[in-house]
């Protein structure tokens, strides 16, 4: 009642909010709204919005002495072997090459790039290990880009972990030979269908020799892999969010805490090692670019960075690094993650108070606690149909919603308490035939 004057702005926004296709869907968790009763809270699904993670990643190599410049070393080029004019020193802030120069902006062009001792033990395999870590989970939502200076390596393994380092599972292989190195058949992301896309491939793309300067750059394609939902140009935007709630081990897929680079074998600029110019192999990276957001449940539509590490601002009552769960005072067992669905708005799944909780028993288990019944999914479901043209959605015709108990099909990772959960299932053969076929989540 105290403030009626802005709430106007927001509700006049509130219409236009809802039809736009991308970006400021889910970017509010409550908005004002003012009914007979009076002004009251409307909750709504959200999520922060992205940014490029370089900003605030740590970067740890190894093994330790792997970075060039201690003692000072002198480099070639693999286009001319004889071009040994590059000296790396550790001690000179013009000549060094930290890893820090991974992760900072380049200004004015100056390229800044970390590299490595040359490979002057060969046979030897040179191998090194970069790690970046945020202690925070993310989601990528756009494309892991690697610009290698120099040539990019001949093999090399994306790895990423989702428990802060403990485990790791690979994400994707790159070699000039998949079959050679890793014994697995080149493929790439354009291969994949709907119920494969989670698969872990081994890539020929972005490891050939083509020159040093023509190709710089290695990418794990996010944006490809959600264009198998959402069509070129990611038109579509909902039905890849129909699918990040109905499709299992689809969001972790795409979720991280750390992810770390192993770089196998060098670029070599032909097929052989020239045993008698070493000074030419070794690897040099220039940037790091790792779109995504703060993984919040969707509970959360800011992410700062408190006491140095990501920390959701949680709304909906929740809280936790990731609003995992309900703030004191309320029902821990009333946890759930916000959803998507039902489409545009999705379902806000707030925490309930603790005395209401107690009174009302068993309540929030029951469906109708839930907004997005079936119903409502279904009604949203077929607009979605109705307004695409793209081929990718017509199998997401029906919608049916079941309540299970978690022990048995419960897909997330997040330790929630829930007794039950409801688990929304797109009844179509490839979302089927998916369960069964995620290598990522279940190794
Ligand atoms: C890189 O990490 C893997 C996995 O932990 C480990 O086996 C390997 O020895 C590491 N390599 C280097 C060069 O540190
Ligand atoms: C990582 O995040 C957790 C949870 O916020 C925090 O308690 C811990 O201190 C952080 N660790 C580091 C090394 O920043
Ligand atoms: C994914 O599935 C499609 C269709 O079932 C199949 O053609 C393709 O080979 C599979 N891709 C991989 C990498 O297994
Ligand atoms: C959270 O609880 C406070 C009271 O503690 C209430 O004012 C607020 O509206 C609640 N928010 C949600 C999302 O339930």
């Known amino acids: ?32 709204r003012s009914s007979e009763a009076g002004p009251g809270w409307e909750f709504y699904a959200c999520q922060p919005p992205q940014a490029n993670m370089k900003e605030v990643m740590q970067i740890r190599v190894d093994p330790p002495g792997i970075t060039c410049g201690n003692p000072p070393e002198r480099f070639c080029t693999l286009e001319n072997p004889y071009l040994c004019s590059d000296e790396c020193d550790a001690s000179s802030p013009d000549l ?69 380092g403990v485990t790791w599972q690979p994400y994707q292989y790159y070699a000039d030979d998949c079959l050679e190195a890793f014994g697995m058949s080149p493929k790439r992301v354009s291969d994949l269908a709907p119920s494969n896309l989670t698969r872990v491939i081994c890539t020929e793309q972005y490891s050939r020799w083509v020159g040093a300067k023509e190709e710089k750059i290695v990418v794990f394609e996010v944006r490809a892999r959600f264009g198998v939902f959402a069509g070129p140009k990611l038109i579509n935007i909902d039905a ?44 040099a990276i220039s940037n790091i670019d790792v779109p995504a957001r703060c993984k919040c449940n969707m509970h959360a539509a800011q992410c700062v960075l408190r006491d140095a590490t990501l920390q959701c601002e949680c709304d909906h009552n929740t809280s936790g690094q990731d609003c995992q769960r309900c703030s004191q005072g309320f029902k821990s067992r ?110």
Request: hydrophobic share 30%; proline share 5%; net charge negative.
């Open 334 to 443: 009333s946890w759930r993650p916000g959803s998507y669905l039902p489409l545009p708005k999705g379902t806000a799944n707030t925490c309930e108070a603790a005395e209401t909780a107690a009174s009302a028993g068993d309540s929030n288990t029951a469906a109708s606690d839930r907004p997005s019944a079936s119903s409502d999914g279904v009604t949203d479901t077929t607009t979605i149909t109705t307004t695409t043209t793209d081929s990718t959605t017509t199998d997401s015709t029906t919608i049916t919603t079941t309540t299970t108990d978690s022990t048995t099909t419960d897909s997330t990772t997040d330790s929630t308490t829930d007794t039950t959960t409801i688990t929304t299932t797109i009844t179509d053969s490839t979302t089927i035939d998916s369960t069964t076929d995620t290598t990522i989540t279940t190794t």
């Open 240 to 283: 890849l969010y129909t699918r990040m709630e109905t499709m299992k081990g689809l969001r972790d897929f795409f979720t991280f805490t750390n992810l770390r680079l192993r770089l196998l074998r060098p670029a070599l600029g032909g097929t052989y090692v020239q045993r008698d110019n070493l000074l030419k192999y070794f690897y």
């Open 96 to 164: 060094s090459h930290p890893p820090q120069l991974m992760g900072d902006r380049e200004r004015g062009g100056l390229i800044t790039y970390w590299q490595t001792v040359t490979w002057s033990r060969y046979p030897e395999p040179l191998l090194a290990n970069i790690t970046l870590s945020w202690n925070k989970s993310l989601e990528v939502v756009d494309d892991i880009i690697v610009t290698f200076e120099y040539g990019r390596p001949t093999s090399m393994v994306l790895e990423k972990s989702l428990d802060k």
């Open 1 to 32: 009642m105290s403030h009626p004057l802005p709430l106007l702005p927001l509700l006049l926004l509130l219409p236009v909010v809802g039809r736009c296709q991308t970006g400021s869907q889910f970017d509010v968790c409550r908005s004002l």
